[in-house]
């Protein structure tokens, strides 16, 4: 199992711009794709972006395509997700997660089997 601390989140106006981070720690970092998942209220977990173990292919969902970057930092352990653009829709609160399975990426949450805590992104009119 890989421990997950994530950071960065906040409040933001519309139109601003945050930095997401996913600390891991247990396990040899590299063993793992990560994701990053959002849940905003009274709504399903949905997929955000992904990358794959090397860091060489990512995946985006339509809604953040452009506006996003998902990266990682196999020297420090560390996933990021850079949000730029951001709008009142994004409101929600952020989960990175760790797959063992695939040495590519996943757009499934069941396929992640670690998770962080979560942090809360705020976005203001």
């Known amino acids: 199992q890989v421990q997950l601390v994530e950071s960065g989140g906040g409040l933001v106006q519309a139109g601003g711009s945050l930095r997401l981070s996913c600390a891991a720690s247990?396990?040899?970092?590299?063993?793992?794709?990560m994701g990053w998942f959002r849940q905003a209220p009274g709504k399903e977990r949905e997929f955000a972006a992904a990358?794959?173990?090397?860091?060489?292919?990512?995946a985006y969902a339509a809604s953040v395509k452009g506006r996003f970057t998902i990266s990682r930092d196999n020297a420090k352990n560390t996933v990021y997700l850079q949000m730029t653009s951001l709008k009142p829709e994004d409101t929600a609160v952020y989960y990175c997660?760790?797959?063992?399975?695939?040495?590519?990426?996943?757009?499934?949450?069941?396929?992640?089997?670690?998770w962080g805590q979560g942090t809360q992104v705020t976005v203001s009119l």
């Open positions: 997660a760790a797959d063992a399975r695939n040495s590519g990426y996943s757009i499934y949450a069941a396929n992640y089997d670690d």
């Open positions: 990358i794959s173990r090397a860091g060489v292919s990512t």
């Open positions: 247990g396990r040899t970092f590299t063993n793992y794709a």
